[in-house]
């Protein structure tokens, strides 16, 4: 698995964490005044995070169930200081187009504008230029990411926080895959990153996730965020009903203390030595299969990555016999046992595209494996070398007759009710096996369901995956 999963490689770490678990599992993390384990838990897990990401005394936080949380809780904190400070009207939130979709999710949630920026086609890197271009009496949060997931690219930390801090604006730095791991990171030249954490005196909220390359169990993540006052907007009250006052720091009431437990004991267990030397072996590897994908004919590394993450595309300056669809190269892969990511093309603000890439997380246990994973990689390119991208257009053609056309032609998400949509999936072949039609199911290869992502209008394609993903877990007719 290069993605999803960050597996430290240390079977003792793992059962050091399940140990954790079993002990807290009557627990409820909701009231650490009953339960004062969780209180101390949580309190020696951000102490060390504070210390990892350079915080001073001021910075304080909690551990939340998951990046999406903590990205959430960093908008809505946003949002209420911005309504505290005079805001009026809908506040608006700018990020890099790369910024992870939480923050779509946010806007969504708590009614916010998000002004997304377009970065750079082939290397994913965005200027500070025009987000600090786009700040205004009505901006209440600016995001970037440390890296950003897609292409892994560092935003421009220092450059956009000097222009919010002048302004008054609050900066969210989004660490939550790098938060464990940069600290620990070198260039590939072996100098080291530029500041993207409290050192830059214009961050406001950092979002690390203990459940990546804090090799915790998910879900868990830290929200740190830069003075008393701001952190305390962060939580909700009331007295006002007739049972027992409830005050949450999160979005959750009750909730496990395991996950908390488990990050617990693999920071006292692992220490700031301990990440190091994993986020070494996590270099080491990244580096190895860069250069390997970087060697194989008709594939090409996008941008200068930065952290434990490839995103590979085809490369376009060799002749099309030669070249490498990601998407294909992927599937390939996946037949020979491993997951690799795929990532759809997407049509930025400006206009320019992004292209369609293939997304690897490299965790610790990599290392060991990557002779392995070399063999896939080279076997499975040669398999598909030459082989064109899945054409949208034959992909729509391929569909019953009409339903093509109404698709493209922007058939609007809102007809679609549950029974129409499943019936668009059943067309599109993502129903069921014959002998099971009651549920949805994905292709055995992914290159032609990307294809139609891409090819369908956004809302059509979002409607229709939440059906696909709601009738996956739906109970089966009895």
Not at 328 to 339: F, I, N, Q, T, Y
Not at 455 to 466: D, S, V
Request: glycine share 10%.
């Amino acid at each position: 698995m290069l993605s999803y999963v960050y597996d430290s490689g240390l079977a003792e770490v793992d059962e050091l964490a399940a140990q954790a678990m079993r002990l807290v599992q009557p627990v409820n993390g909701l009231d650490p005044t009953t339960f004062t384990s969780v209180a101390v838990m949580e309190r020696e897990v951000l102490g060390f995070a504070r210390e990892l990401l350079h915080g001073a005394d001021d910075v304080l936080g909690s551990v939340t169930s998951g990046g999406t949380e903590s990205c959430l809780l960093a908008v809505k904190t946003a949002r209420d200081v911005w309504r505290a400070a005079g805001g009026t009207g809908r506040a608006r939130m700018v990020a890099p187009v790369t910024v992870h979709a939480a923050f779509q999710k946010a806007a969504h949630y708590f009614d916010v504008e998000l002004e997304l920026i377009s970065v750079h086609p082939e290397t994913g890197v965005v200027d500070a230029a025009p987000i600090v271009d786009r700040l205004g009496p009505d901006v209440a949060l600016v995001v970037v990411s440390a890296p950003g997931y897609p292409l892994a690219a560092l935003d421009p930390v220092e450059e956009v926080a000097a222009a919010c801090a002048a302004e008054g604006i609050a900066c969210h730095v989004d660490a939550c895959i790098g938060g464990w791991i940069l600290p620990f990171w070198r260039a590939a030249d072996g100098s080291p990153l530029p500041l993207w954490d409290f050192r830059v005196p214009g961050v406001t909220s950092i979002s690390a996730d203990l459940h990546k390359f804090g090799y915790a169990p998910k879900g868990a993540s830290v929200l740190l965020q830069r003075g008393r006052d701001r952190q305390r907007m962060q939580y909700f009250a009331t007295t006002g009903w007739p049972g027992y006052p409830v005050v949450n720091p999160t979005m959750l009431g009750s909730k496990s203390a395991g996950a908390l437990a488990a990050s617990w004991a693999i920071v006292q267990a692992l220490g700031a030595r301990g990440f190091a030397e994993l986020a070494e072996s996590c270099r080491r590897a990244t580096r190895a299969l860069a250069d390997i994908v970087g060697d194989i004919d008709g594939l090409r590394i996008v941008g200068d990555p930065v952290g434990p993450l490839l995103a590979v595309a085809t490369d376009e300056s060799v002749p099309a016999e030669r070249r490498v669809d990601p998407h294909h190269w992927a599937d390939r892969a996946g037949h020979r046992g491993w997951h690799l990511q795929l990532q759809p093309g997407l049509v930025q603000p400006d206009g320019t595209r992004l292209p369609h890439t293939t997304h690897l997380t490299i965790t610790p246990v990599t290392e060991e494996r990557v002779d392995e994973l070399e063999a896939a990689l080279r076997a499975s390119a040669d398999e598909v070398r030459g082989v064109p991208r899945v054409d949208p257009a034959a992909v729509l053609g391929a569909l019953p007759p009409g339903l093509a056309e109404g698709l493209a032609g922007g058939q609007a998400a809102g007809q679609l009710d549950a029974e129409s949509a499943w019936g668009v999936l059943q067309a599109i072949g993502l129903a069921g096996a014959s002998e099971d039609t009651s549920g949805a199911r994905l292709p055995d290869d992914l290159a032609p369901f990307l294809a139609l992502i891409e090819a369908l209008p956004r809302p059509l394609t979002e409607r229709l995956l939440i059906e696909l993903l709601a009738r996956i877990v739906e109970p089966t007719e009895s």
